[in-house]
T-cell receptor
Framework: GAVVSQHPSWVICKSGTSVKIECRSLDFQATTMFWYRQFPKQSLMLMATSNEGSKATYEQGVEKDKFLINHASLTLSTLTVTSAHPEDSSFYIC????????????FGEGSRLTVL | DAKTTQPPSMDCAEGRAANLPCNHSTISGNEYVYWYRQIHSQGPQYIIHGLKNNETNEMASLIITEDRKSSTLILPHATLRDTAVYYCIVRKNTGNQFYFGTGTSLTVIP
């Protein structure tokens, strides 16, 4: 299957700082990427849909000014958690759909954020 | 997209078939059934998807009932590495977002 890579796989930061997570589709072009958040023992929650060359679409209840999403190219989307607080500690997962494939999404390995 | 209902947990003996059910009674005609699994602390992995015909690939088989209101994912010979949370998702193939339910936590027992 297609490969989606995230970086970093884990990050620890101090409260009040900003953290950027990258999501790359390695062997296909993705006009749309998706960002999910997962708390311990819970399911994945869709945060936003990232569209190449346009503004992201956020799910209800997700603060767009806190979770900045940029999708500058067909292979890269970034999520920046601004002014992070301990409650933002979570597992962040991106996914992308190969625009030439059958509709399935391919997921990155996830990025674990811990805010101290 | 239609909602899905799955049992929260299941056990399966190693080497036996694991049959994971999913109820999607409100599915509409153009919605597909997708299955993903998530091994602890990793991103979800695509398994299989189908519309109305049964599907099989190297990982699993998907059996969809004739009225399409439910489906079963079959792992023919479960191994310890199949221990994971399995998610059944219903989505239009041309639609964008995947919304995850609570899934089924499958434990394969030696």
């Amino acid at each position: 299957g297609a490969v989606v890579s995230q970086h970093p796989s884990w990050v620890i930061c101090k409260s009040g700082t900003s953290v950027k997570i990258e999501c790359r589709s390695l062997d296909f072009q993705a006009t749309t990427m998706f960002w999910y958040r997962q708390f311990p023992k819970q399911s994945l929650m869709l945060m936003a849909t990232s569209n190449e060359g346009s503004k992201a679409t956020y799910e209800q209840g997700v603060e767009k000014d806190k979770f900045l999403i940029n999708h500058a190219s067909l292979t890269l989307s970034t999520l920046t958690v601004t002014s992070a607080h301990p409650e933002d500690s979570s597992f962040y997962i991106c996914s992308a759909r190969d625009r030439g494939a059958g509709g399935e999404l391919f997921f990155g390995e996830g990025s674990r954020l811990t805010v101290l | 997209d239609a909602k899905t209902t799955q049992p929260p947990s299941m056990d399966c003996a190693e080497g036996r078939a694991a049959n994971l059910p999913c109820n999607h009674s409100t599915i509409s005609g153009n919605e597909y059934v997708y299955w993903y699994r998530q091994i602890h602390s990793q991103g979800p992995q695509y398994i299989i998807h189908g519309l109305k015909n049964n599907e099989t690939n190297e990982m699993a088989s998907l059996i969809i009932t004739e009225d399409r209101k439910s489906s079963t994912l079959i792992l023919p010979h479960a191994t310890l590495r199949d221990t994971a949370v399995y998610y059944c998702i219903v989505r239009k193939n041309t639609g964008n977002q995947f919304y995850f339910g609570t899934g089924t936590s499958l434990t394969v027992i030696p």
